[in-house]
């Protein structure tokens, strides 16, 4: 079936700084869904460095299915990023939702991210090229695997081979969960392709009490990192809650992780 | 399920110049996949209007899934089909991809066309808002009847009323057709919001002999109108051959129409 | 895709009685989801004779999701429906759960329907391939077309010819409606194979107000016939009271399957 | 979504023998997809209980999809897979298709396997509730996982509270792998109902090259053991040849195995 893809100059290591992604490290990002106040990201903020994670989240812009759900800070969203990063020395993923932004969110982002409702907006994808800046691709939630691939084509074949891709859950007939998490997606991409591939198990299940439990499995598939959603307090967060890990769960996993990671020769940095 | 759905101000019936859609009226949009060449679209053109359509289609810029594939002519096409309007008198629908060309394919566009692929391309979405000119906005291969109303919603939110909606197949476990058209969003859509739709049976089943039968049950279900695709020499197209019909089939779908139109109160204008 | 599918002695036309389904005849069936009592089946069945129907569906056996649910009421039911096609005329459909019940139900049935769930029940459809009786075979509501013709053939190739399928809606990712209702299947199947095939658009929508434009819509595409559901009372029904016509409902269908059955060169009996 | 649903007296916790499942330990199931020789199948039971399995699977009876496909052994090879048992000492899980055999393979099975295709097949689930041989209840392709816990509920409530659930893969438009292992539903039933559960990653996937990494997977995400396909020759095999181990991939996953039991605290046996 994808016999016939072939890539051009994907980098199958990608380096952020002096956090590496597809090699033997087990990359983790955490973060709140959306940063909503100085105090809840800086909260996060700490805590993802003292377990021991690299990469801080947190959406500035969000593509919210209603115009009339809550559409995040904006540049004062990616002010207090750049802020958190300063404290605690963490590298800062960010969604970009609109190409007219990109300027402005490159100046902030040490990995630029592009969501599953843009996997396919080709012009988009066309101008990131241009750029050296790391980006995390998200699959759509309806994409085959060989789509997929041929989007992060579109950023290469223009000029940027620093492409991260990130499994997010694939959308099924099941409604108990949020979405269907494909980790068959995962050990096939490793596997024959060998590209530096993320697991999100947060916007994969929507349940918080799925995510560590997938975040194991996704690792022991193959996958170089993990992104988990975590907040102060989830049931006030404004976008998400329900899969939010509180900072308790999110330390528990940290601790999990360590032992998956050494039934799969890899190491939490 | 869409109980709760609250939408402002959309318009019930679009007009296109003197071409309304929504109403009594079956619209016919025909026309090639993608606009290759002068005598390819002319011709084209020519039966279009000869059979008794109103509305010329054509891809100037093309969504494809490899940056490898054709990505069409550009400004060059948006010239031809205006010199086709010209020559016709027929409208024109073409695709916008990016916003940074909605000045240009504004000009030359009575219908701008966004395409599966970008239905949730909310800063695109959000930028049509301040226009005046119909949008046609084409669902999400995978998404919901619920998301796709409230992608319409960004639109008209934002100040724009004039949205047509079109039915294109979605993403189902089926591969004996490209996607599968999904009639009971038509009825459902023509029940509930009443909403002007259109069906598009040539991407919907991906195969030129279901393009008859599934016009008319499109129709049948209650659709306002029917885009399709048609080629003067599908074996030789760019992109679609393989569902586009040949202008002795469209001339063919014109005359089944009429009989089917009768039957839900419409008529072919 | 379909290509290298040999099928073995189908029918194209199969007859039951003076019944003929898969000619130029539209064939008309209709009842309640489950027999439930004396009164309501016949009120139903006077309604179908009385607007011009063929054959009185009603389950006597049910496969419902839950053990707790409603089973039906068995051998009663076949004894109702036997009841009911003595004073009407009408021919009867009933399902077949168990190959346990075979020569049962054979005795009361005109056509043995055999649901979704059991659609690749092969030991099932090889002992019904010992019958003379025509089979309904519904397709499942995951299964490929493939899929569904090659159960087909499990009938056919040990011995019984006689297979009318039944397109009754795919499980996807949208919730608006039950299932979604695939008429590319119509088109396709009676375009690459001329098997006689059935719309179910009750199940296959699973709301009332969807039924009568997805009939047209059925027919439109080439079905040589409806199944639908009506019950008197559909506010008290047992079962699938949501998706049922009313008798008013129903009469109206008739009336306007008269107008489609026209356009494609089909008439109502 | 599955708050309202209430189950019967189902067993957390099933022995067979003394084989158990849903404790701590980690139960390995592996043998080839169908008997299809003395040689060929004593030769893998001889794999599974050197490198430490205990349950030898193989069919005797097989669900294919043409009726022109190999349909197994019959009671040949349900002789042939008690004469393994007698020699290794491993427990036998065999599929049965038809509640007319169930007295046949119930002499023969130490666990009796439903598969997918009969998931929804009532009347046989029925039966089942009759015997004490606990069964294992593999998820329907399309089944929700709701409804796959009222199936085994048919068999519980019908008297038989040993049911163990199999998760194989559920349909989805992905077509690189054969169907998409949903680990989701694992964690889930861990999490919500405490029911033992087996993953079954070759099927799951369809491709050797993945079973290796999804059944580490699975056993993160929760699974209380492993099913997977192993044939002496995969190239030769009459059935899945493509998605079985070999005898050397095997060893190598039961090595792989213990370490990911230690992670999640259980043991293989």
Redesign the interface.
């Known amino acids: 079936?994808?016999n016939d893809l072939e890539l051009t100059d994907h980098k199958e290591v990608v380096k952020v700084g002096d956090v590496v992604i597809g090699d033997n490290d087990l990359v983790v990002m955490a973060g709140p869904c959306a940063v909503e106040s100085r105090e809840q990201l800086l909260t996060a903020a700490r805590e993802v460095k003292k377990c021991g994670g690299q990469i801080l989240r947190g959406g500035a812009f969000k593509?919210?299915?209603?115009?009339?759900s809550f559409q995040g800070l904006g540049e004062e969203g990616l002010k207090l990023l750049a802020e958190a990063r300063e404290e605690t020395g963490l590298k800062i993923v960010t969604e970009l939702?609109?190409?007219?932004?990109i300027e402005l969110v490159n100046q902030y982002a040490d990995i630029l991210q592009i969501g599953s409702?843009?996997m396919?907006?080709?012009?988009l994808l066309?101008k990131l090229g241009q750029l050296d800046t790391p980006v995390m691709l998200k699959r759509?939630?309806?994409a085959?695997?060989?789509?997929w691939l041929?989007a992060a084509?579109?950023v290469v074949?223009?000029g940027n081979p620093n492409v991260i891709l990130c499994e997010r859950g694939?959308?099924?007939?099941?409604?108990?969960?949020r979405y269907?998490?494909?980790?068959?997606?995962?050990?096939?991409i490793?596997?024959e392709f060998k590209l530096p591939i993320i697991i999100d198990p947060s916007h994969?299940?929507g349940?918080r009490?799925?995510v560590n439990?997938?975040a194991?499995?996704?690792?022991?598939?193959?996958a170089d990192g993990v992104m988990v959603e975590i907040h102060p307090n989830p049931e006030e967060a404004l976008c998400d809650g329900g899969q939010s890990l509180t900072m308790k769960g999110f330390s528990k996993l940290m601790h999990?992780l360590t032992?998956?990671a050494?039934?799969?020769n890899k190491k939490l940095a």
Chains 1, 2, 3, 4 share one sequence.
């Open positions: 079936m994808l593509p919210r299915t209603s115009p009339h939702l609109d190409a007219t932004d409702r843009n396919q907006n080709y012009a066309k759509g939630y309806a085959t695997i060989k789509e041929l084509e579109y074949s223009h694939i959308r099924t007939f099941e409604t108990a969960t269907t998490l494909d980790l068959n997606a995962i050990a096939l490793k596997a994969g299940t349940k009490n799925l439990p997938l194991k499995a996704g690792v022991s598939a193959g999990d032992g998956v050494d039934v799969v």
